[in-house]
């Protein structure tokens, strides 16, 4: 259920994070055994080099679709902000790897730009019994190397997910699967324990994948890394990767779906770190575009005439999340205080570059997309509110007894953005009488917040950019359940937990959607996180291309296919 | 003893005890990896509730389970077969991690120690051979701003003004065929060379200083030798010393300073990979980088001491009388 993102610097959705950047050393007399450590510690100096947001806030509004490409386009140049570890799908977890992969490699089922699902490489399912799911497989489709796609395939490539040697980062997604077998020369069957409402919805996405069986088994160790590549079904192949600079995908002219045949015959991934440098490249034109634009880039790209800023639909909430519920942030009311106290248009201003709107919720509006219309506005109405009230968030946070006590807030110096909301929630710690006390890490040491009990130790609070990659609630809710490995702060509500195994358990649209509202109303009601705003997705075009759908689903759906020349 | 098998003994002495040096950092590289914060198999779960035998299976897949001593032996068994491991962060071999991104380090170390040579030796000499003149002063000033001047900022400023605003030079990447690479790493090599520029002007300036101050020159000049003689044959080659030591520390040192210019010029190379893994906990990444930085160190320091006698045939002389 965490195929939301760990959120962690390193895979920020706003795409404004650099890697840790070293110091210089300046080595006049250096001992050979002394720079062992000394090399070691250049990766922990860091320096971060942001401009202060515009005051101004750039009018904004979401894009469905670009204009349309007029012709086909020989390649096009696009930056990630960073490199892929590997494309093999199974630990392709990050934007870097998401959105190149998304272009070569298809899932059974497809997640679209307008955040719906639709067949794929499964023309069909059904699910004849709750822990049921029959798959029939598309014939017509060949992979890249020219092989036509089997029923072994897609077994081959879903049975990976389950095997804990290959530590698939879509395990958990596997977790209620018992099973997955072939049932016919174009048919696949997979068993569950036990009724699992989102196991379907997650083959649209990255742990639906299917590779062929025959490259798996020929690959080994070395599968989808840069000698070997990968071999799927996508509109585009695997070309070639230079470790450290890029990465060419050329079109496939055997692509089975005319609708996304590529409209390019090469797309290069161009890996740049640095926020500044992306947007350099993208004004000199180096660079035809990108996702994530960093959001203090907003005004000079949304005038440039190098090219066009657009925003599309998101599923990111930017939340703090409460680390440590034995703290004075144990006391929910306490949390509620805090959250009242936080002047989160004023981030969005600062922070954001005033594209985002307040979150009052831990996901946005457009997940609820798949409960019953009727239902879906009286479930949200009840939603408890904190809208900003320092006065009254003092009042309630004395009436807990909070006087001084201390509580630390973890961040990383990355970006305007992050040092913005933490010196907000500080504002407002400080506001209802709490000590704040900004434990400023380095890169590094922020990841491992994400990951490691361990270093979460100590702290009290800390940000993250977290997406959902279905559209379904569920999806963060269920990381919030009592044991989940990203329920950071160790909260535990059994009447939350009670909502969410029914959620799971529901695949009738208005139950599930009901129980999935109730989660929502305890979450927000204990705030086990602190929702703090919502933004858009980003994409920066050069003038030369257009055609792209701007959405999250960007990185499960094919959109380099749709990039051609403009007229 | 003659001289040679003097020599020879010395060069012996400096081989052995260049692989002694190296053997206890490789151990001190292995052990303070265990010292970082965090758990590479817990970073290998991310964001995913492990299940009871996961994190034992990776566990065991990484040797993460096996005692400290035996994972060290296992490691350098493998380093002196050329075999550094597996990045269990790019899924390949630890060697062709690295030699992907050394050839453009290399260039842009090669590039800037070109540079440093040149214009920090040439400056220095000039400056203590035009002491106190205008264009001495000049030099200082300019030596005084670049010392301060942290490579980010030297990026920063070159990239926006040369690359973005001129247009003469490429702001991103590596570049491809002979003259396109040089072009694409000239900005980068002035950034990274700034400071250590300003360093070697300083070192040599004041070298030559105390050289000319000494009596055996004034006797020289005073005897009629030509001022140009004096310079090459007395000062020049006595202050090369301390300056040979310098520059080559500094350049050696350079290949993990390359990290922040690589960033802002959207280079690929061994500093910005270093960064990379020890923000990923890629172990066995960065035991390589920081070993084959200290073999750099080791290395370089044993070729200066090689080299001294020969610039400076006295130093022979001291080392076989001792």
Redesign the interface.
Known sequence: MSTARPGSPAHRSDGTTHPTRGRVTRVRHAVAAALAAAAVLVASGCSGTAHPAEDKPAAYRLTDKTPAAARNVDSFTWSTYAEPTTIDYAYSFDFPPNQILANVCESLLRWNPDLTTSPNLAASFANPTPTTWVYQIRPGVSFHDGTALTADDVVASLRRNLDPATASVWANQYKNVKSIDKTGAMEVTVTLTTPDSTFNQYLAAGPGTVESAATLAKSGKDYGNPQTGVNCTGPFSFGSWTSGQSLTLKRFDGYWNPQLKAKSGEVKFVFLADATTRVNAFQSGEVDGGWMVPPNAYAQLGSTQAGTLYFGRNTTVADEVVANLKGPLGDPRVRQALLMAIDRKGIVKAGAGGVGEVADSLVTDNLWAGAPAATRDALLKDLPKYPYDPAKAKALAAEAGVNGQKVVIATSPLDSQTTIITQAVAQAATAIGLKPQIDSLSSEKYTTLFTDPAAREGIDLFLTFWYTSITDPLDMYASLQTGAFSNYGGWSNPAFDKAVDRAVGAYDPAEHAAANAEAQRTALKELPWLPLYTQPVSVFMGKRITGVQPSIAYLYHPWAAEIGAKG | MTAAVARAGRVLRRLAGMAA?LL??SF??FS??FL????PA??????????P??LA??RR?YGFDEPFLLRYWHWLEGVLQGDFG?SY????DVS??IW??LP?SLLLVGVSALMIAVFGIGSGIIGALRRGSRLDRSLMLLVTVGAAA???VAA?ML??LL??RL?WF?????GSGALDRLHHVILPAVALSV?FTA?VTRVTRSAMLDELRRDHVEVALSRGTPRRTVIRRHVLRNALGPIVT?SA??VS?ML??T??VE???????V??????S????DFQV?QA??LL??AA??VV?ALVDLVHPLIDPRMAAAGSAR
């Open positions: 040096t206890v950092t001190l590289v303070s990896l970082a914060p965090g758990d817990s970073f290998l779960i991310k964001g995913r509730s492990p299940g035998g996961e299976a990776i897949q597996r962060l790019f899924h390949q062709s991690v992907s991104r453009s942290p490579a980010f920063l990239r926006s690359g973005v247009g490429p702001t991103i990447g590596n400071t360093l310098v520390l500094l040192g993990v300073s990290a922040i960033t802002a010029f959207g280079m690929s190379g500093g910005s990979l270093l960064v990379q020890v923000d990923q906990l960065v980088i920081v930085v200290v160190f080791v320091n």
